[in-house]
């Protein structure tokens, strides 16, 4: 018995069939509601430690707190609608209905890129609206290749740009720990990954030319900074060199999104961390064909979607990285 | 290949100046139409397919995105001999040939997606 047939026998009433899959999506939400188990794990120190979401309530929010919070979303693809996730709107809201709920109010969001799934301004719009709900009201965004398609970032810039540089990058300080939130999505070549470019660089490297050794740094970007799967794309041309630039801080953690599920890497002094997607999963590494969305079974949904919660305690190494799935 | 969508009928969007059709509505084509004039590469599980496509001068050729994710049709030369707008799923772009030679392209989204046209 395929999984859908399952879930249309446990269902009690079909509303609306639109995808002609046997859910509809009152009862794709209320699926999603009996989600089974996920995990959420925590970096610190340069250490992961992954805890059973079973176990997130057990957990001392005292762990979780810190001077500074703040959360990651990443890749809500606004606007796809198809059989791994027809209802993208409302696990973004399951995802801002999670960070309410933390024991700990983030102090801001980040979003790493992919808001929208077709550049439509429609679909910005209704993800600025959902996000209205969340406790934390600011948004620092990083444009995903998907926010920029048909205009080369021009919409992008417009709605998220104010005060960036370029292509739309830009850094920020919040509680002594310094935030570059960077863009490696424009101008791709042919057979190539993610690309920062020559101004990029440059203006990276004169960025964090004044910043203390101590300075907590935080790179944001939407396609991950390190080799995840070149075969797939998933990585950036002339990350080494950005990484070059920050060599000489104690505590460098990169989040990045665009793989639409969680790895997290220590190499040295830079913890990588890639986040899960609100939207819908791709595949591991190499476990498909081609890295295009993940069909699941809708109850098993919500444990493969997720958020980020990092926090960052003052005299430790790292940031402590939490991710949690949106059961 | 025998899909009988003719792309004489779609409406015509010029790119860069040149033939090439942005296609947005499917109609039905005239009866009849010989496979060789009007070729069709299929955009499917992130690769397009066939990878390499042999045609003669002054054919059109007809991309289709056939994946649940929106890819594009983008020449990788300089300067660009064709760009699509971006393909979502079912979503057509086409483009007439008219100069003998070996065209690679690449989808800008997905950039390890790459495929060449070559026109004798």
Known sequence: MSPTDKFKEAQDKLLHDHNHDGIDRRGFLKCMAWAGTGAFCVIRGGVLRSYSMSRLAEMDPKEMAGELSFAQISDSHMGFNKAANPDVAGTLKVAVDKINGLAVTPEFLLHTGDISHLSKPEEFDTVEQILKSAKPQDVFYVPGEHDVLNDDGKQFLDRYGKGSKGAGWYSFDKKGVHFIGLVNVMNLKAGGLGTLGHDQLEWLEDDVKHLKQSTPIVVFAHIPLWSVYPEWGWGTEDSAQALSYLKKFGSVTVLNGHIHQTMQKVEGNVTFHTAASTAFPQPQPGKADSPGPMKVPAEQLKSVLGITDVSFVRGKQALGVVDSTLE | ?120
């Open chain 2, 1 to 120: 290949m025998r899909r009988s969508v003719s792309v004489a009928v779609l409406i015509a969007v010029a790119v860069l100046g040149v033939g090439a059709w942005s296609v947005g509505a499917k109609s039905p084509g005239p009866a009849g139409q010989q496979k060789a004039d009007a070729p069709e590469v299929k955009i499917d599980n992130f690769s397009f397919g066939p990878s390499t496509l042999t045609v003669s001068v002054g054919t059109i050729v007809t991309w289709t995105n056939r994946d649940d994710i929106p890819h594009t049709v983008v020449s990788s030369d300089d300067p660009k001999v064709f760009k699509s707008k971006v393909l979502d799923t079912d979503e057509k772009f086409s483009f007439k040939f008219e100069k003998a030679g070996t065209y690679p392209y690449f989808c800008s989204i997905h950039p390890k997606m790459t495929a060449k046209v070559i026109v004798q």
